[in-house]
């Protein structure tokens, strides 16, 4: 402020008056000796807004950031910085309307590519809480070909009947938006779960289940065996079972022979390697004489009829004649993390907001889903040592490149270029988005 205390005309002391708007500082200078005066802005502005409050809330919403972690920031640094009514005005007037326009650009242009071809899709819902009491879902749409998010579909559980009704409500919106843009799909990868299977077969769409939760869901049952009195040889099989699911999907042609597989490992576990199944009479191993009772198990044992048990009932059975190897709903996982830094559960979010922040998550995924590995300045490729929580021992690992945020610049050249000059048809396009989220949920 020294700079403005003295006038440049006469050296005399100058009247400094100075307006402070977030991170905007104005200061006039008025020299009552010989009248001369100054106005000085750090800052552009466009209409009434400073240029400068834009692009930091811009900056905070489209990265995914939190006001408040940044607030502390600045008032450790005695920085001045805007009120977060200021911030939420903002972005409820440009933000949120520049994230829905780029997302419609985006999906309108995926799904007109993908209408030339029939797509391998994945289905995965997220909740916005564990268990039976969540608010909101978001199902998601992958293509598995290039692990892009196609679609998001938000539902509200109060509006299809309770959160069971939500994955299905959700995969029935996004299959409804392909159809209607010519979208023709070849199958489509998700859990097992009951309605979705039931929905699709309704729908006569070829439905596949993902070895990877399956396989997550028995290793589950089998640890909670292996605690058991005298099955402890449990916790010694559960590798070699939950490997055995891999290789059920992704050696056979069928599921009757994906069944048959599947179950040899009964036999198999009790050093049994001929079996009744014409489909898989014999296990495809090299047989060696063993002198090691103690790690098969034995006929008739309590360990044994508790792994038959899971290994063999219905439902299993069922789900793994349709298993599939070539892609797998982890990448959805992957996603849903993404989505949890741009929409932690802990906050309350209006709808509008939570549309936002996933159709954020989903460009920001699909930005980096390509997993380049990353190369030395020689040119090879990078590897790293990582070391399991879990388990001793150590991985290589390939080092993919750092992620990248394109997607923000764009987003914010949107907002200087097009809605902050122009911003009705934006707020009218935004209002009609949700809208139609609130007509199909009712």
């Known amino acids: 402020?020294?700079?403005?205390?003295?006038?440049?005309?006469?050296?005399?002391?100058?009247?400094?008056?100075?307006?402070?708007?977030?991170?905007?500082?104005?200061?006039?200078?008025?020299?009552?000796?010989?009248?001369?005066?100054?106005?000085?802005?750090?800052?552009?502005?466009?209409?009434?807004?400073?240029?400068?409050?834009?692009?930091?809330?811009?900056?905070?919403?489209?990265?995914?950031?939190?006001?408040?972690?940044?607030?502390?920031?600045?008032?450790?640094?005695?920085?001045?910085?805007?009120?977060?009514?200021?911030?939420?005005?903002?972005?409820?007037?440009?933000?949120?309307?520049?994230?829905?326009?780029?997302?419609?650009?985006?999906?309108?242009?995926?799904l007109r590519i993908l209408s030339q071809k029939r797509v391998k899709v994945g289905g995965d819902m997220r909740a916005d809480s564990a268990g039976h009491s969540a608010k909101y879902g978001s199902y998601s749409l992958m293509n598995l070909e290039n692990n892009s998010i196609i679609d998001i579909q938000l539902v509200q559980s109060n509006e299809v009947?309770?959160?069971?009704?939500?994955?299905?409500?959700?995969?029935?919106?996004?299959?409804?938006?392909?159809?209607?843009?010519?979208?023709?799909?070849?199958?489509?990868v998700t859990d097992h779960h009951p309605q979705i299977q039931n929905f699709l077969q309704e729908k006569k769409i070829t439905h596949y289940y993902d070895v990877w939760r399956l396989e997550k869901s028995i290793s589950k049952k089998l640890a909670k065996v292996a605690k058991d009195k005298d099955c402890e040889v449990v916790k010694k099989w559960q590798c070699g079972i939950s490997n055995h699911a891999y290789w059920c999907a992704a050696s056979s042609s069928s599921g009757p022979e994906k069944v048959a597989k599947w179950t040899s490992m009964v036999n198999h576990m009790q050093d049994i390697h001929v079996h009744d199944n014409p489909l898989f009479p014999r296990c495809q191993h090299p047989v060696r004489q063993s002198t090691d009772r103690k790690k098969w198990f034995q006929p008739g044992s309590k360990a044994l009829f508790k792994v038959e048990k899971i290994l063999t009932n219905k439902r299993v059975l069922t789900n793994v004649a349709r298993l599939i190897s070539q892609y797998q709903t982890s990448t959805q996982e992957a996603f849903h993390s993404v989505v949890l830094r741009f929409m932690p559960r802990n906050v309350l979010i209006p709808l509008t907001g939570r549309l936002c922040r996933?159709?954020?998550?989903?460009?920001?995924?699909?930005?980096?889903?390509?997993?380049?590995?990353?190369?030395?300045?020689?040119?090879?490729?990078?590897?790293?040592?990582?070391?399991?929580?879990?388990?001793?021992?150590?991985?290589v690992e390939p080092v993919e490149m750092p992620t990248t945020q394109c997607y923000v610049q764009s987003l914010i050249a949107d907002v200087f270029e097009e809605i902050v000059p122009h911003p009705?048809?934006?707020?009218?396009?935004?209002?009609h988005t949700c809208h139609l989220h609130s007509t199909i949920l009712q």
């Open 1 to 110: 402020m020294e700079l403005f205390e003295t006038c440049p005309v006469c050296s005399r002391m100058s009247e400094v008056k100075t307006y402070r708007r977030g991170t905007f500082l104005s200061i006039h200078q008025k020299c009552h000796h010989c009248s001369f005066s100054k106005k000085w802005k750090s800052q552009p502005v466009m209409g009434s807004t400073p240029v400068g409050n834009i692009q930091l809330s811009a900056a905070i919403y489209f990265t995914g950031s939190s006001y408040f972690n940044l607030q502390k920031v600045f008032q450790a640094m005695h920085l001045q910085n805007m009120s977060y009514k200021a911030f939420q005005k903002l972005s409820n007037s440009y933000l949120q309307p520049a994230v829905i326009h780029k997302w419609q650009q985006y999906q309108e242009e995926q």
């Open 161 to 188: 009947g309770g959160s069971h009704n939500m994955e299905k409500e959700g995969l029935s919106r996004s299959l409804g938006l392909l159809e209607s843009k010519g979208v023709a799909v070849d199958y489509i």
């Open 358 to 395: 996933l159709y954020l998550a989903a460009m920001h995924f699909n930005e980096n889903s390509s997993h380049i590995q990353a190369r030395k300045a020689t040119g090879k490729r990078r590897y790293a040592i990582r070391l399991p929580k879990a388990k001793r021992g150590h991985t």
């Open 424 to 431: 009705q048809p934006y707020l009218e396009r935004i209002q």
